[in-house]
Every structure is written in C-alpha cells, then in structure tokens.
C-alpha cells in the first residue's frame, strides 16, 4: 500500500523571551516506522573540540528513509552540547522532531544511540571551561588528544535495543524534569554544515533503506565533507550516481527522449529547412526566368494598338469617296428626262 504522507506544522513556542525563544516541533510525519538503528563503528575525533552528533534516519516525501551518517561536528559556539532528532509516534503518524544545540541535552524520545547518547543526556563528554573533555569509556578519540580526556564506564549503555523512535512498539520513555527544563533554554538551530551533511545523504542512493536494506553504505564520517566508513569501520566510498527523485528521473528520462527525437527527426528537419531555403531560390529563379517573357509580352501589347489604329481611319476615308458618285447620277436622270421633254414638243 502506498505510504500516505502528511505534512505537519506543529510548532511549540517556548515560554522565555522571545529574543531567545527557538521553534521545536515536527516538520514531516509518515505511517511508517522507521528502520531500526544500524551498528556501526565510530570513526576518531579529526579535531580537538569536536562533539559527536550521533547517525539516524531522515525521511524523503517519495522514496521513504534514508540513514544520515554519524559525524563529528564542531559546535556553535563554547558550552553548547547537541540533543539529537528523534521520531515520535502520536496520533496514528510518525513525527520527525529536530535536533538541536543548547547548554543541557534536552529530550531526544529515549533512543539509545550510542557512544555517550544512551537515550538521557549525553555521557560522551564535558565542558571545562573552553575546552571539551571526552570520555574514552564510549568516545573514540585521536592520541594527541589524551590530555583533555577521562573515563567514566557508568554511562556505558549495555543490550542490543536497536528502536529508533518513540511510542507504541518502540520506545517508551518521558521527559524527566531535568529535560523538560532543558527544552525552555534557548537553543541553536543546526549548523550549515549539519545541514549539508543531510542534503547529502539524501542524493546517495545507497543510504536508503529500500535500497540497503537498513545497512546504509556509509554508516559514519568522521567530519562533514571528510572520510566515509561503513559499519564496520572501514572506509567507504559514496555513491557515483546521485539518488533522484522519481519525478526529476521522469524529467531527465523525457528530456533524453526528446533529445533522441530531435537527433531523429533531425535530418527530415533539416532537409525541410533545406526546402525551405531553396523554396525563395527557385521561385527567384522561376521569376528571373519569366521576366524575359513577361517583358516580351507587354513589349507585344505595346506594338499591337500602333498597328491596329490605322485601320478605322483608312476604311473611314475610302467609304465617303465610294459614296460620293452616286449623288452625282441621281442628278443626271432629270437632265435626261429634259432632253426628251424638249423632243416631244
């Protein structure tokens, strides 16, 4: 059954001034749970400094989840710890709630997703001051780092519970106090570079759980832009082709189509534009061709009229000079006719 996909805009305003309140909620929902929490490796600290923002999975609106890797991030700014996105399921759907920074680890749903994150707080490190000290107990961390370092083995979570959201058939856990106040403090949105690291994880084809089967092929990196591993630690290599979504593949395969036609039908094209541009040559041929003859004919048309106007002149002279005698022997009779009237007296 095709998945049905609401989109939610449920935003809950914290109550402290508004010059550091921060919008938290859920921004997309699907009826699906998501795929449980893959087991991977942690990749070395690249850089004193760095916080560890633990993987999970994302949701795209036409081809369902896909795994954003475990990455090694460097923070905001000094004090600021990251509480990690959870899903959430409420009211028959599954609601994506963001992630955040702040100075105290807020809610995340329960999720235990390891390496400090063993779903309350955060047990991989602390703020001294300006410098962040790790605990090697769940922390994977660079040898020239060892001075800024402890071990803590409490905060080690112990079971193989692999749920990756919270609710009914996952995880059941509630706010304590502590997170709930931690969730009034003013917060910091994703950084930049958070937000790159998704959008690149959703043009990976891999990462997506219908296509790997919830074993992403890049499970962490150990910076944004840096080095990827699979869940066994070893290096990865991404995609070579870009996942795309069903309606731009639908687009690019029409435009290849069109392309192929137009190759196609190119050379018919062009010998109608061939046609076309003779089509002007032939009709400038044609008239050039009948020029002589039309001038030939008006020349004729010219001459006709010079020779047919003597005519009515010459047959207007000679029929007066005919007629003339015949008045002239009209006369004579009478004078006949005298010369006999003379004889008889």
Same mark, same amino acid.
């Given at each position: 059954?095709?998945?049905?996909? *609401?989109?939610?805009?449920?935003?809950i305003m914290l109550s402290i001034?508004?010059?550091?309140?921060?919008?938290?909620?859920?921004?997309?929902?699907?009826?699906?749970?998501?795929?449980?929490?893959?087991?991977?490796?942690?990749?070395?600290?690249?850089? $004193?400094?760095?916080?560890?923002?633990?993987?999970?999975?994302? #949701?795209?609106?036409?081809?369902?989840?896909?795994?954003?890797?475990?990455?090694?991030?460097?923070?905001?700014?000094?004090?600021?710890?990251?509480?990690?996105?959870?899903?959430? #399921? $409420? !009211?028959?759907?599954?609601?994506?709630?963001?992630g955040y920074w702040g100075s105290?680890?807020?809610? +995340?749903?329960?999720?235990?997703?390891?390496?400090?994150?063993?779903?309350?707080?955060?047990?991989?490190?602390?703020?001294?001051?300006?410098?962040?000290?790790?605990?090697?107990?769940?922390?994977?961390? !660079?040898?020239?780092?060892?001075?800024?370092? +402890?071990?803590? !083995?409490?905060?080690? *979570?112990?079971?193989?519970?692999?749920?990756?959201?919270n609710g009914p058939g996952g995880?059941?856990?509630?706010?304590?106090?502590?997170?709930?106040?931690?969730?009034?403090?003013?917060?910091?949105?994703?950084?930049?570079?958070?937000?790159?690291?998704?959008?690149?994880?959703?043009?990976?084809?891999?990462?997506?759980?219908?296509?790997?089967?919830?074993?992403?092929?890049?499970?962490?990196?150990?910076?944004?832009?840096?080095?990827?591993?699979?869940?066994?630690?070893?290096?990865?290599?991404?995609?070579?082709?870009?996942?795309?979504?069903?309606?731009?593949?639908?687009?690019?395969?029409?435009?290849?189509?069109?392309?192929?036609?137009?190759?196609?039908?190119?050379?018919?094209?062009? =010998?109608?534009?061939?046609?076309?541009?003779?089509?002007? =040559?032939?009709? /400038?041929?044609?008239?050039?061709?009948?020029?002589?003859?039309?001038?030939?004919? /008006?020349?004729? *048309?010219?001459?006709?009229? =010079?020779?047919?106007?003597? /005519?009515?002149?010459?047959?207007?002279?000679? /029929?007066?000079?005919?007629?003339?005698?015949?008045?002239? =022997?009209?006369?004579?009779?009478?004078?006949?006719?005298?010369?006999?009237?003379?004889?008889?007296?």
């Open positions: 059954m095709k998945n049905r996909i *609401s989109i939610l805009f449920v935003a001034p508004a010059a550091f309140s921060q919008v938290i909620g859920i921004s997309i929902s699907a009826n699906i749970a998501p795929p449980e929490l893959p087991v991977y490796a942690q990749p070395i600290c690249p850089a $004193d400094g760095y916080i560890w923002t633990p993987g999970y999975w994302a #949701y795209d609106n036409v081809d369902g989840y896909y795994w954003v890797p475990g990455v090694w991030v460097s923070p905001p700014q000094y004090g600021y710890l990251w509480t990690p996105c959870y899903w959430g #399921y $409420d !009211n028959g759907v599954y609601g994506f709630h963001h105290h680890v807020g809610f +995340y749903g329960g999720v235990n997703y390891g390496y400090g994150y063993g779903g309350v707080g955060y047990g991989g490190g602390m703020w001294v001051g300006h410098s962040f000290r790790y605990n090697t107990a769940v922390t994977n961390i !660079n040898r020239n780092m060892e001075r800024n370092v +402890y071990a803590d !083995n409490s905060v080690v *979570s112990h079971g193989g519970n692999r749920t990756s959201f995880v059941s856990a509630r706010p304590s106090p502590q997170e709930q106040s931690a969730m009034q403090e003013h917060h910091i949105n994703p950084t930049g570079q958070q937000a790159s690291h998704q959008q690149a994880a959703s043009k990976d084809q891999n990462q997506f759980a219908k296509v790997n089967h919830g074993n992403p092929g890049t499970a962490a990196m150990n910076k944004v832009g840096g080095q990827h591993f699979n869940s066994t630690g070893s290096r990865a290599t991404p995609s070579a082709g870009n996942h795309a979504q069903p309606a731009q593949q639908q687009r690019s395969a029409t435009a290849r189509s069109n392309t192929a036609q137009r190759a196609q039908n190119a050379p018919a094209q062009q =010998q109608r534009q061939q046609q076309t541009r003779q089509q002007p =040559q032939a009709r /400038q041929q044609q008239q050039a061709h009948q020029q002589p003859q039309q001038q030939a004919r /008006q020349q004729q *048309s010219r001459q006709q009229p =010079q020779q047919a106007r003597p /005519q009515p002149q010459q047959q207007a002279r000679q /029929q007066p000079q005919q007629a003339r005698p015949q008045p002239q =022997q009209s006369h004579a009779q009478p004078a006949h006719e005298e010369s006999h009237g003379e004889g008889r007296r």
